[in-house]
């Protein structure tokens, strides 16, 4: 069983730039969520992907927006990007449908905009 | 407004005693609860979860406790090992459509051998 995956593992982008962030799904899971972790916060909810829809999204701006695809892998993008956007991008993939589902995570991608 | 709080930064103990780690929450929709444990350069590892219809949780070394009238739950590592070093997050949930976690700053456990 192949868990989740993330790639690039470290970004570095320029203030009003663009990026987009890979996520491949554990095997067997048709859900996905992204997370910002800022330095010394906790992970902080962007939104979710079920079956290729969003399911959900926090507080966080248009800029940043997602997809997800019939294998479920899902990417995160975000425009014109700003210096507080720089943290650890998490991504978690669940079976879905469930309340008790676990959300298990990759290894983050480190962006730093500068 | 924080809804998940850990209010302890940081915590040491010695090997083989017990690590209890704290989490107080706000919101009375949260009703599944969780804990992860994360590596500096890795993501988080789930290790233990309860719903908010029990009150306890065990798995092994590892035990979770839950008080809804207090809005409280722990984390119990007995014995604790030097490997459990690591920031340790309580997250919760809500029912509906999303199932977003909400996650509290972490906890830096240290273990001294």
């Known amino acids: 069983e192949t868990g989740v995956t993330q790639s690039p593992t470290h970004l570095i982008k320029t203030r009003g730039q663009q990026v987009t962030l890979r996520c491949s799904s554990q095997s067997g899971h048709n859900t996905v969520s992204w997370y910002q972790q800022a330095l010394g916060q906790g992970p902080q909810f962007i939104f979710q992907?079920?079956?290729?829809?969003?399911?959900g999204r926090g507080n966080f701006p248009p800029r940043f927006s997602g997809l997800q695809f019939p294998n479920y892998s899902s990417e995160l993008n975000v425009n014109a990007l700003e210096l507080d956007d720089s943290a650890l991008y998490l991504c978690a993939s669940s079976s879905g449908g469930r309340n008790t589902d676990t959300q298990y995570f990759g290894p983050g991608t480190r962006l730093t905009v500068l | 407004d924080q809804q998940v709080k850990q209010n302890s930064p940081s915590l040491s103990v010695q090997e083989g005693r017990i690590s209890i780690l704290n989490c107080d929450y706000t919101n009375s929709m949260f009703d599944y609860f969780l804990w992860y444990k994360k590596y500096p350069a890795e993501g988080p590892t789930f290790l233990i979860s309860i719903s908010s219809i029990k009150d306890k949780n065990e798995d092994g070394r590892f035990t979770v406790f839950l008080n809804k009238s207090a809005k409280h739950l722990s984390l119990h590592i007995v014995p604790s090992q030097p490997g459990d070093s690591a920031v340790y997050f309580c997250?919760?949930?809500?029912?509906?459509?999303?199932?977003?976690?909400?996650f509290g700053k972490g906890t830096l456990l240290t273990v001294n051998p």
């Open positions: 992907y079920y079956r290729e829809e969003e399911n």
């Open positions: 997250a919760a949930r809500s029912g509906g459509s999303n199932y977003k976690l909400t």
